[in-house]
C-alpha cells in the first residue's frame, strides 16, 4: 500500500515538472490549460500522397495523416500554410492560441454543414466527420482528449521551398521535376516540424544547397550519419541552417534529439 502511496504523489509530481519543462521560455505559452502529459512524441506523421502546382508554383499540396496516441498533443505551432483537418478516428481537441478557424460538423448526407467560427482560447472537441479550416500563421493545439487513439487526416499548402532572390525569373519551379522540393534556383528549403522534414525527400544539384528551418517549437537538428556531410547542431524555433553538398549521393538524415524524425536529401 505504502508504494501505490508514494507513486500516487510522485506520478503527479512527474508530470507537473513535465509540463514546467515542456513550457519552457521560448515558447508560446497560452495554452496551459491542456493536461501536461502533451508530449509531441506521441504524435506520428504520415504522408498519404503530395504534389506541386503550377497554380501556385511556391507551395506543395500535401495531404497526411496524424495519429495521437492517447494522451498525446502538438506544442502551439503555427500553420505553415492554410489546412483543412478532419477527424477520422477518436476524440481531437482544437484549440486556437492565436488567429482564428473554421469549424464544420460532420453532417450525415456527407456534405458539411455551416462553418461556425472559432476564436482564440477555447478548445473544441472533434468527433470522427468534424473538419476544420484554418489559414497560414494561426498558431494552434491539436490533443488527443479520447482513451484510445485518435487520427487526423490534413490537406496541407505548406510553402514548397523558399525560392532564393536570385533564382532565375521565369524558371519553372514545377514542370517537369519529378521530386518534391525541386528549386528553381539551387537551393531547396525544408521546413522543420515538431517530429517530421517537410518535404521528407529533397533533391539538390551538385553544388546545391539546402536550407532547414526549424517550424517547430520544439529545438531539433539535420544530422546525417556521417556528421562531416551535415550536421546542423540544434536549431531553435526560427532558427535555420544552410549546407552545400558538392558529392553526389543519396544522404540520410535524422534529429539527434528525436531520432524518428528522418529525412533524405538527394544530389545529382
Ligand atoms: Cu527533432
Redesign the pocket.
Known amino acids: 500500500m505504502r508504494r501505490s502511496t508514494i507513486l500516487t504523489v510522485i506520478m503527479p509530481l512527474v508530470l507537473v515538472v513535465g509540463a514546467l519543462l515542456v513550457n519552457a521560455p521560448g515558447r508560446i505559452g497560452a495554452e496551459q490549460g491542456t493536461p501536461a502529459t502533451g508530449a509531441p512524441t506521441g504524435v506520428t506523421v504520415e504522408v498519404l500522397g503530395r504534389g506541386g502546382s503550377a497554380v501556385v508554383p511556391d507551395r506543395e499540396l500535401l495531404l497526411r495523416r496524424r495519429t495521437f496516441a492517447p494522451g498525446a498533443s502538438t506544442a502551439p505551432n503555427p500553420a505553415d500554410g492554410p489546412v483543412v483537418l478532419a477527424v477520422e478516428s477518436g476524440s481531437v481537441g482544437f484549440t486556437v492560441v492565436e488567429g482564428a478557424a473554421q469549424l464544420t460538423r460532420a453532417a450525415a448526407t456527407g456534405t458539411p454543414g455551416p462553418a461556425e467560427a472559432i476564436v482564440a482560447g477555447t478548445e473544441v472537441i472533434l468527433a470522427p466527420g468534424d473538419a476544420l479550416f484554418y489559414d497560414e500563421g494561426v498558431v494552434h493545439v491539436v490533443r488527443n482528449t479520447g482513451d484510445g487513439v485518435a487520427v487526423t487526416v490534413e490537406a496541407r499548402l505548406p510553402r514548397a521551398e523558399e525560392v532564393p532572390p536570385e533564382a532565375t525569373p521565369g524558371a519553372s519551379p514545377i514542370a517537369g521535376t519529378p521530386a518534391a522540393g525541386v528549386a528553381g534556383g539551387d537551393t531547396v528549403a525544408v521546413n522543420?516540424g515538431d517530429?517530421f522534414y517537410e518535404p521528407e525527400l529533397v533533391t539538390v544539384p551538385v553544388g546545391g544547397r539546402v536550407t532547414w528551418t526549424n517550424g517547430g517549437a520544439?529545438?531539433?537538428?539535420a544530422t546525417a550519419r556521417d556528421r562531416d556531410v551535415l550536421q546542423s547542431g540544434a536549431l531553435k524555433q526560427g532558427e535555420s541552417f544552410t549546407e552545400t553538398f558538392e558529392q553526389p549521393g543519396t544522404y540520410e538524415y535524422f534529429?539527434e534529439?528525436?531520432p524518428n524524425?528522418k529525412g533524405t536529401g538527394v544530389v545529382q
Open positions: 522543420i517530429n520544439e529545438p531539433h537538428t534529429c534529439l528525436h524524425m
